[in-house]
């Protein structure tokens, strides 16, 4: 629950988690295991039972270990929310998260910067997926409108025999500032791993992503995929890896981007490498202007130009 | 009215479509017939006024109103629209948003409803679903046609809207088509399909960019049969007309 002393603060950070998209009760409701930071501090915490959630302070951040026990199976999402809220500063997060044989849980979180100018957010998520386990951890940031954040996300999976792995980061609804996205997944035999990036880039933006499978297991699957749209004069590199490690492994690399603008830049990268004869990666990419039978498919039904884009935009990025 | 008057179109400095000459009325159902390769889909996207699909000649005339200069969504404006023979598919969005234009078109749940049933798509399976890969191409034909019927146009061209849908699913374009022929659409119907050309008021026939025969769809497709399905010299017409046409 909310750490005392840290009301004022918990509001603040509250108003903008709901502008964010966020439900502010999830973190009052004894049910739902949830964690709060601000700055370098954990304002609140709710762990329920068979969640073991453990922070502590590291240099100008914050680390959280959490643990959901074997077959424990949550029946609410836990909720993360990372906040920042002054208006220059440096944050480190670490999540070392662990899901123990059959356990299965979905995150949803959400960062916050709202008047960050001058502000770099450093965030490492160490998975670890026991047999059997079900994870799913859904990232959605909303930033401030001054397009001057740093912005460095990093996970690192292992995911364990037969278990599950779905990494979402979204991006979309304000400015990204510098945006650098790395996921990186091993899979044991017959794990699953879905990696999914969307963001929205505008004015100066510039936006790096690099989504990396390993194969690892026989018969294991994978699936990186990237949206991207990209305005004005923003940059996109997107590189999707794919690695066919064992026999009978199936992965599947793809990327959309929307470039839109003069003195934009987008650039798509798919590298699929098989180290076993009985491993099979595809790959797809479509980049650059929007697509023109798209386009003419919605004016052909009274929408503008204008209009018909924005509707092919909000379909790539939901 | 629709009209075209004297229309031709050029493409890398070859004609694809010259002197045609037609009209189109609401409330009827026009079926243009033709081989593979006679610009029946051409014709189609000069009507829509497609990116690089401006005649190089001729009018088109709506109501009196000369719009062979106006842009697609001009045209859409004015009540024309067009399904094409592989409609579009796009990333991420859904049936619904799709259906009502991302809520430009204000229909409701129910008319959404029950434009899919008319196609046969079950509503409850499909309102959620994306308009992309995943849809094969009969049911992307399906979800077209029930845009077109949420659209409510005074003009649309359906460029094969039989291909790809399974043959007992005909008696479903034949019934969609007579609905919105019933409520006052113009259909212009592009098909090789005889018995969906038969229901037609007014039937074209296209070979090489020109129109060879128009007249009722009984005589038309009669023709067509006889010499089309089984012509030696596809999509080249006899000299006679040509050299008319060149004159």
């Known amino acids: 629950m909310i750490v005392k002393d840290f009301e004022r603060e918990f509001e603040a950070l509250a108003r903008a988690y709901e502008r964010a998209g966020g439900d502010v009760s999830k973190f009052l409701d004894k049910r739902i295991a949830s964690v709060i930071i601000s700055g370098d501090r954990v304002i609140g915490l709710n762990g329920v039972e068979g969640v073991v959630l453990k922070p502590s302070k590291i240099e100008s951040g914050v680390q959280v270990d959490m643990e959901i026990g074997a077959g424990v199976v949550l029946e609410h999402p836990v909720h993360v929310c990372t906040g920042f809220l002054e208006r220059k500063g440096y944050q480190r997060v670490i999540f070392n998260i662990t899901l123990r044989r059959n356990a299965k849980a979905i995150f949803t979180a959400h960062c916050v910067f709202p008047w960050a ?15 059997g ?19 460095i996300t990093r996970s690192i999976a292992d995911v364990g025999m037969g278990a599950f792995f779905r990494n979402t980061f979204t991006l979309v609804k304000t400015r990204v500032g510098k945006l650098k996205v790395f996921m990186e997944a091993s899979l044991k035999e ?25 194969l690892d297991g026989e018969g294991a699957r994978g699936l990186a995929k990237t949206n991207a749209v990209a305005l004005d004069r923003a940059k996109v590199s997107v590189v999707n890896e794919m690695y066919g490690n064992s026999p009978n492994t199936r992965g599947h690399v793809e990327c959309v981007e929307i470039a839109k603008g003069e003195g934009v830049e987008v650039s798509a990268l798919p590298i699929l490498i098989v180290k076993n004869d009985l491993s099979e990666l595809t790959h797809e990419a479509s980049i650059g ?17 204008e209009e018909a884009t924005e509707l092919i935009i909000k379909g790539i990025l939901t | 009215m629709l009209a075209l008057v004297d229309v031709w ?17 609401p409330g009827k159902v026009y079926a243009i017939l033709g081989t593979n390769g006679a610009g029946k889909s051409t014709l189609a996207y000069v009507i829509m006024g497609l990116e690089g699909y401006r005649p190089t000649r001729g009018r088109i005339l709506l109501d009196g109103e000369d719009i062979t200069d106006f842009p697609v969504t001009e045209r859409a404006k004015r009540g024309i629209t067009l399904m094409w023979q592989e409609p579009a ?3 991420g969005l859904r049936l619904k948003d799709y259906l009502t234009l991302g809520g430009k078109n204000k229909v409701s749940d129910e008319e959404i409803k029950r434009a899919l049933e008319m196609v046969g798509l079950n509503p ?83 070979c090489r960019g020109i129109v060879l025969k128009e007249g009722h769809p009984g005589e038309i497709v009669s023709f067509y049969k006889a010499s089309c399905d089984r012509c030696d010299h596809p999509n080249e017409p006899t000299e006679r007309i040509d050299e008319g046409l060149r004159a």
Not at chain 1, 117 to 131: K, Q
Not at chain 2, 150 to 171: A, F
């Open chain 2, 124 to 206: 409850h399976l499909y309102m959620e679903r994306l308009v992309d890969e995943k849809l094969s191409g009969g049911e992307r034909k399906r979800v077209e046609l029930a845009s077109v019927i949420l659209l409510k146009p005074k003009y649309v061209v359906l460029d094969e809207p039989d291909s790809g849908i399974d043959i007992m699913s005909v008696d479903m374009i034949d019934h969609v088509v007579e609905e919105l022929a019933e409520k006052g659409s113009c259909v212009v119907l592009i098909t090789h399909r005889e018995e969906i050309a038969l229901k037609a008021d007014h039937s074209y026939l296209l």
């Open chain 2, 9 to 25: 179109y050029e493409s890398d400095g070859k004609a694809i479509l010259k002197n045609i000459n037609m009209t189109f009325e």
């Open chain 2, 89 to 91: 598919r796009f990333t």
């Open chain 1, 117 to 131: 100018e001058e502000f770099t957010h450093d965030a490492l998520m160490n998975v670890r997926l026991e047999e």
């Open chain 1, 289 to 305: 202007r929007v697509n023109v039978k798209q386009l003419q498919t919605l004016m052909a039904k009274g929408l503008t130009e």
């Open chain 1, 190 to 214: 017959k794990a699953i791993a879905e990696l999914f990036t969307k963001v929205k880039a505008t004015k100066d933006d510039d936006v790096e992503v690099r989504e990396t499978i390993k």
């Open chain 1, 133 to 151: 386990a079900w994870m799913e951890y859904h990232d959605e940031h909303m930033h401030s409108e001054t397009g001057s954040i740093n912005l």
